[in-house]
């Protein structure tokens, strides 16, 4: 009886603990499998990552690009497709040369009018320097200019209209030109012209001088006396330095003002004096009292010959008294 129930119990338990051991089989044949494919599905490394954000900004860039073109096509059609075509975009070196030949600067008049001179001499803060350029005529001036030196060169003559309408000049310089003749009205309108050298000229007169002249140089010129007026220097109440040395003068100039303190008459032809030359015959308490220097040597005279005519100067002439 006991055999009979435990084989009974055997036989009815068995099949139950098959079916439970396949199950179990089958389970752990599954979680194997899964093991097997888990390194398949790792995550993507970073650089395939960094690979995809790049492409995604580049669709960006690319549709942003694409959507220029459709504008592109959709608008810029017909004529002005054509115009589209035919557009040129030059590069800077071009745009510079299209700029440098198509729009020119354009100076204003005057600019224009003072240009040749101040780029033949230099124009500095009133000053114009002309100097050993070979000009043979005064160039155009700028309206403002005070000083104007035009040394050496080959100037021949000078005109009133050299100088119009110029009312602040107020030296001018022409030493070592081939000057033989000025215009009596050149200078006379210069109301402010104080300094006047003609030195080495070829002149053989002077003209009217300005009435505010302080120094006048023409030394090294041909002038005689018979080509300087009886009132050249008259009126000239400023004048302090005269230069006629070296010329042609047989006397000395008349009239020389009471401002005169150096008078360099050496070295020309003068061969007499008088007693009113530098004096007042009719005056013996008349004392010129600015002359500082008067030169007369290298002129066939003896000065010791003419007492009276130094009489009223506190220094004698320099020159031969024998």
Known sequence: MGKKFRSTVIRSVTPNFSHL???EMKTVHSTFLLLLFV???QQTPQTQLDSHVNYEYA???SEEAKFSQ???DKYLDGKSIKEKETMIIPDEKSLQLQKDEVIPSLPTKKENDEMPTCLLCVCLSGSVYCEEVDIDAVPPLPKESAYLYAR???IKKLTAKDFADM???RRLDFTGNLIEDIEDGTFSKLSLLEELTLAENQLLRLPVLPPKLTLLNAKYNKIKSKG???NTFKKLNKLSFLYLDHNDLESVPPNLPESLRVIH????SISSLTDDTFCKANDTRYIRERIEEIRLEGNPIALGKHPNSFICLKRLPIGSYF
């Not at 008459?265 to 020309?268: A, D, E, K, P, S």
């Open 70 to 72: 459709d504008y592109e």
């Open 265 to 268: 008459l050496q070295f020309n």
């Open 167 to 169: 009312p602040n000049l």
């Open 228 to 230: 300087i007026k009886a």
């Open 59 to 61: 669709t960006d860039n």
């Open 152 to 154: 050496f060169n080959k």
């Open 39 to 41: 390194p398949l599905t």
């Open 21 to 23: 051991v396949s199950a």
